[in-house]
């Protein structure tokens, strides 16, 4: 593919928002070794995309600009670069492109360890979905939760905050695959949707209920996926079980400021910050459980790559139900 050019979307500074990104013809990347070329089919954005462009992880990322963003991908193999073994030409795959970003372009470069086969069953568009939010889900009630995600474990309370979003709707449908009873909060028009993922009672955020995050069922939690912000931890801890877990994934100072409480004071309920890893194995358990019929990804809002834009002020609205996906 050398010398040939390809649709970008980058920015070259910090700020803008959706009026920051701009369309651009660049040269498509070339695989280094243990990379793989791929003709991006479909890519999603997450929130820490757009917080990136707003300088919220500077001066780590980006490394430089300009940058192309997004790092959750779906797409087909074009090329493979020296030492790449279990891909070649053809291959349909799934893959987040970490730190390096590059998935809002027609083609991008991943390493070959963080990449895994597509199912013939899972859409690209549904596939690109899974890197961050859905590993976040995953990670969050099974390495820090504690949890098997299996019908014969001990039975578990789960909370899950923000349930109707790119992280929330995953979150919900992989705790009952265990043998858990969950609540989750979400707005008033997305009830019915959160139900239908499985939850077992829904809170409406706005209303007092849903602001004190009471379960209607008396249920103390024992896991609570923390995918809102702005919930300070005297609202979770009366409603935690004797050695309750709240896993904020969007931890600020305040969080950090409870960790440290929580440590010196020996308490048994913890509030544990997290970040997602998105790795090949991960991947590989949620390809299945989607391949199987036992994850779904939702999908809120598709753009093709000319309205870039449109697509990235979507996700900074922070209103979508479920994933907002960009397809080249
Ligand atoms: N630590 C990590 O590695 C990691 C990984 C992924 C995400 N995150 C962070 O986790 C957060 C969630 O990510 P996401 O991709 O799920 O976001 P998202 O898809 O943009 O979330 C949007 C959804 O959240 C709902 N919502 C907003 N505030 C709420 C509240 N207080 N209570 C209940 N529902 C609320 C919205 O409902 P309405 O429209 O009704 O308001 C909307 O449906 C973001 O801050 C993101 O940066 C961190």
């Not at 896993?247 to 409480?261: C, E, M, Y």
């Not at 048994?268 to 391949?291: G, N, S």
Request: aromatic residues 6%; charged residues 20%; hydrophobic residues 40%.
């Amino acid at each position: 593919m050398a010398g040939k050019m390809m649709q970008a979307v980058w920015y070259t500074c910090y700020g803008g928002g959706a009026a920051g990104l701009k369309h651009v013809e660049t040269p498509v990347p070339a695989p280094g070794n243990g990379e793989i070329l791929l003709k991006v089919e479909a890519a999603s954005i997450n929130p820490v995309d757009w917080k990136i462009q707003k300088g919220m992880m500077r001066p780590i990322l980006p490394r430089k600009f300009p940058y192309i963003p997004l790092g959750d991908v779906a797409g087909e193999v074009v090329e493979v670069g020296v030492g790449v073994k279990n891909f070649k030409a053809g291959d349909k795959i799934i893959t987040n492109l970490g730190l390096a970003g590059g998935g809002m372009a027609e083609y991008a470069v991943a390493k070959e360890t963080s990449t895994i086969q597509r199912p013939s069953e899972v859409s690209a568009a549904d596939g690109a979905c899974l890197g961050i939010a859905a590993c976040t889900a995953l990670q969050s009630l099974t390495t820090v939760g504690g949890l098997k995600l299996d019908k014969n474990e001990p039975r578990s309370n789960v909370l899950v905050t923000a349930a109707s979003g790119g992280v929330g709707h995953y979150a919900v449908q992989l705790a009952k695959l265990g043998n858990t009873h969950v609540t989750a909060t979400c707005g008033a028009r997305n009830i019915e949707f959160v139900k239908s993922l499985g939850a077992d009672e829904v809170l409406d955020y706005k209303t007092p209920e849903g602001a004190a995050l009471k379960s209607p069922s008396g249920q103390k939690y024992d896991v609570v996926v923390h995918c809102a912000t702005g919930i300070p931890w005297s609202t979770f801890e009366p409603n935690l079980a004797p050695t309750g877990k709240v896993i904020d994934i969007t931890p600020g100072p305040s969080a950090f400021w409870t960790l440290a409480v929580n440590t010196i004071t020996f308490s048994k309920k913890k509030l544990q910050p997290l970040l997602a890893t998105p790795t090949a194995e991960r991947l590989e358990c949620l390809a299945k459980l989607v391949k199987e019929g036992k994850l779904k990804t939702v999908i809120d809002s598709s753009y093709p790559l000319s309205k870039a834009e449109e697509a990235w002020a979507k996700s900074i609205e922070g209103h979508a139900t479920g994933k907002v996906v960009v397809e080249p």
